[in-house]
Nanobody, 113 residues
Framework: QLVESGGGLVQAGGSLRLSCTASGSTFRFAVISWYSQAPGRQRELLATITSGGTTNYADSVKGRFTISRDNAKNTAFLQMNILKPEDTAVYYC?????????WGQGTQVTVSS
């Protein structure tokens, strides 16, 4: 099970830090990703971090967002800086571990102009 938190309302140019906490003992093996889905649009992959800590970012967030993980706390993070109104969306955490796929319930991020 994955539980996201940290969403909310922020002004353009501001920052938010999302958290994704997992239950179970396989978190450290998982590839963790963050996605966003704006109304009427497809879910978009934003960032990924492997079990070894290698990261990858979509061009739209490169230089603004940072994905990280704390395996001791079974938690992954998405630090979002220089937020833009177009970042407004529901943000989802995804984990892929031992051939299984897990999604969180999502957390709303709203960026006002």
């Amino acid at each position: 099970q994955l539980v996201e938190s940290g969403g909310g309302l922020v002004q353009a140019g501001g920052s938010l830090r999302l958290s994704c906490t997992a239950s179970g003992s396989t978190f450290r093996f998982a590839v963790i990703s963050w996605y966003s889905q704006a109304p009427g649009r497809q879910r978009e992959l934003l960032a990924t971090i492997t079990s070894g800590g290698t990261t990858n970012y979509a061009d739209s967030v490169k230089g603004r967002f940072t994905i990280s993980r704390d395996n001791a706390k079974n938690t992954a993070f998405l630090q979002m800086n220089i937020l833009k109104p177009e970042d407004t969306a529901v943000y989802y955490c995804h984990a892929y571990s031992l051939s299984r796929s897990y999604w969180g319930q999502g957390t709303q991020v709203t960026v006002s102009s």
